[in-house]
T-cell receptor, first 114, second 117 residues
Framework: AQSVTQPDIHITVSEGASLELRCNYSYGATPYLFWYVQSPGQGLQLLLKYFSGDTLVQGIKGFEAEFKRSQSSFNLRKPSVHWSDAAEYFCAVGPPGGYNKLIFGAGTRLAVHP | GAVVSQHPSRVICKSGTSVKIECRSLDFQATTMFWYRQFPKQSLMLMATSNEGSKATYEQGVEKDKFLINHASLTLSTLTVTSAHPEDSSFYIC?????????????FGPGTRLTVL
C-alpha cells in the first residue's frame, strides 16, 4: 500500500538550532516527493520537491531535503531554525509525471523556543 | 505566487442541512482542482479530483452523492456537503493545479473548518 510516515508528531527546538524532520514512504515506484508547510489559517505552501537528479534538493526559506532511495526517506533539514519556522510540516508523495493524487503524511508540528 | 481562496473559512451548521464550500483560483486558471479532508492530527486525504466541465472523480470510499462537487469554470470549484452529520465535521482543503505555473504545482487554499452540530 502507498503511504507516508512522519514518525515525529511534535518537535520542539531552540531558535538557532538545527532541524531534521523525518519522512519515510512506501510506494510502488520512485514517486515525486514534496514537503509542504502549513501555518494556522493558511494554505499549504510548497517548500521543495524532488523529481529526479541530484538527491539533495534546496527549497525556500533555507530548507533542504535529501532523497535516499535505499531508505525510502526524504528528510527535511534546516541548519538554523528561526522562530517564524514554527508551523506544521507535511511530507507528500505523488505519482511520477504530475501532481495528481498526493498522499500526505500525518504532519509534524514544529515549535520553536526563543 | 498563485493564490487560492476558500469560502467560508469556518461554518457551523445543524445536522441534516447542506453546506457549500467554494474554492477559487484568484490569479490563474486551474485545469484541475482537488478536494482534501483533514482530520485532527491526521493526514490530508484526497476526496476527489475535479476537472472543469466534467464530472469529478471520487476516491474509493468517498460518497459522491454526499459530497457534491461542481467545477463550473477554470477558477471555481464547489464542494457541497449534503445532509451533513456530525461525522462530517472536518477541515476541508482544496488545491488548484495549473500547467506551466511554477512547474505544475498544486496551490492550496487555506481550508474550511466545518462543524456539524
Amino acid at each position: 500500500a502507498q503511504s507516508v510516515t512522519q514518525p515525529d508528531i511534535h518537535i520542539t527546538v531552540s531558535e538557532g538550532a538545527s532541524l531534521e524532520l523525518r519522512c519515510n514512504y512506501s510506494y510502488g515506484a520512485t514517486p515525486y516527493l514534496f514537503w509542504y508547510v502549513q501555518s494556522p489559517g493558511q494554505g499549504l505552501q510548497l517548500l521543495l520537491k524532488y523529481f529526479s537528479g541530484d538527491t539533495l534538493v534546496q527549497g525556500i526559506k533555507g530548507f533542504e531535503a535529501e532523497f535516499k532511495r535505499s531508505q525510502s526517506s526524504f528528510n527535511l533539514r534546516k541548519p538554523s531554525v528561526h522562530w517564524s519556522d514554527a508551523a506544521e510540516y507535511f511530507c507528500a508523495v505523488g505519482p511520477p509525471g504530475g501532481y495528481n493524487k498526493l498522499i500526505f503524511g500525518a504532519g509534524t508540528r514544529l515549535a520553536v523556543h526563543p | 505566487g498563485a493564490v487560492v481562496s476558500q469560502h467560508p473559512s469556518r461554518v457551523i451548521c445543524k445536522s441534516g442541512t447542506s453546506v457549500k464550500i467554494e474554492c477559487r483560483s484568484l490569479d490563474f486558471q486551474a485545469t484541475t482542482m482537488f478536494w482534501y479532508r483533514q482530520f485532527p492530527k491526521q493526514s490530508l486525504m484526497l476526496m476527489a479530483t475535479s476537472n472543469e466541465g466534467s464530472k469529478a472523480t471520487y476516491e474509493q470510499g468517498v460518497e459522491k452523492d454526499k459530497f457534491l462537487i461542481n467545477h463550473a469554470s477554470l477558477t471555481l470549484s464547489t464542494l457541497t456537503v449534503t445532509s451533513a452529520h456530525p461525522e462530517d465535521s472536518s477541515f476541508y482543503i482544496c488545491s488548484a493545479f495549473s500547467f506551466g505555473i511554477s512547474g505544475d504545482e498544486q496551490f492550496f487554499g487555506p481550508g474550511t473548518r466545518l462543524t456539524v452540530l
